[in-house]
């Protein structure tokens, strides 16, 4: 079992170390279950990018603003569902998020429903 505390130390520590101040640990992996602790250096930022099917983001230390369809800014402890659409992350500090994100959705689990022969 990991420590989400001394990831969290590690990872900023890291991102610190990195010439381009962010780094990320995949600790858990468990089917479509995907958990990543990220760290950003104040100022650094994760680009763009398309989301996964379903995802929320913790902050754990620090303060990031969300960009993308809006610029949410999220504090230690907030927890917010990542939005579907493109979207990246800037550190306003030295920063550490828990992403959490199911990579994939069966399609009836989307809210299709089943077909008729299959219902019985």
Known sequence: MDNLNTLTRNQIDDARASAH???AHLFL???PLRQTVIA???????????????????VLRG????????H????????????HERHGLLALEDSAVLLTAVTEVPHRARGAAAPAAARG
Request: proline share 7%; no cysteine; hydrophobic share 35%.
């Open 72 to 83: 949410e800014e999220l504090t230690v402890g907030q927890v917010t569902a990542l939005p």
């Open 40 to 58: 950003l250096t104040a100022g650094s930022a994760l680009d763009e990018h398309n989301a996964p099917p379903a995802a929320s983001l913790q």
């Open 21 to 23: 101040g962010r780094s």
């Open 63 to 70: 303060r990031v603003r969300l960009t993308g369809g809006g």
């Open 29 to 31: 992996h468990d089917g």
